[in-house]
């Protein structure tokens, strides 16, 4: 698993590239939806320590949207996956990209952050 991996997985699933929205930072990407621009993942590098893991050399990780209280809860025990970095901890998780997370799981996590993160219009019938 690697971070150009994550970024090519949402592109393809989502016709979605990363915008770098700290000037100077072109690291920390930021993925949004096109119609309401809502972040739904955050890719960065963090210090693990900053992770309150051991050791300080950097690690790319990403923030996910989760808004079922007891899925976040449940995740949030799984090796790699805590509560958010420098976001709600309530509603965002960080997960590590350092393999700790098979791939399947993060592009499964991916979805439901996408999902949670989608424009709900009404349907207005038939047009």
């Not at 949004?32 to 963090?46: G, P, Q, T």
């Not at 050791?55 to 509560?83: F, Q, S, T, W, Y």
Request: net charge neutral; hydrophobic share 35%.
């Amino acid at each position: 698993m690697s971070r150009q991996s994550v970024i090519d997985h949402i592109k393809e699933q989502y016709g979605v590239d990363p915008d770098f929205p700290w000037e100077g930072d072109q690291i920390s990407g930021v993925f949004r939806h096109k119609d309401n621009r809502k972040w739904f993942a955050l890719i960065m590098k963090v210090g693990r320590d900053r992770l309150g893991l051991a050791g300080d050399r950097p690690v790319d990780c990403m923030n996910l949207k989760i808004d079922d209280p007891v899925l976040h809860d449940a995740l949030c025990h799984e090796k790699g996956i805590m509560p958010s970095y420098h976001m709600n901890k309530r509603h965002w998780i960080t997960v590590l990209l350092d393999g700790t997370v098979p791939e399947e799981k993060v592009f499964g996590l991916i979805e439901i952050s996408y999902m949670a993160t989608v424009s709900r219009r009404r349907n207005s019938g038939n047009s």
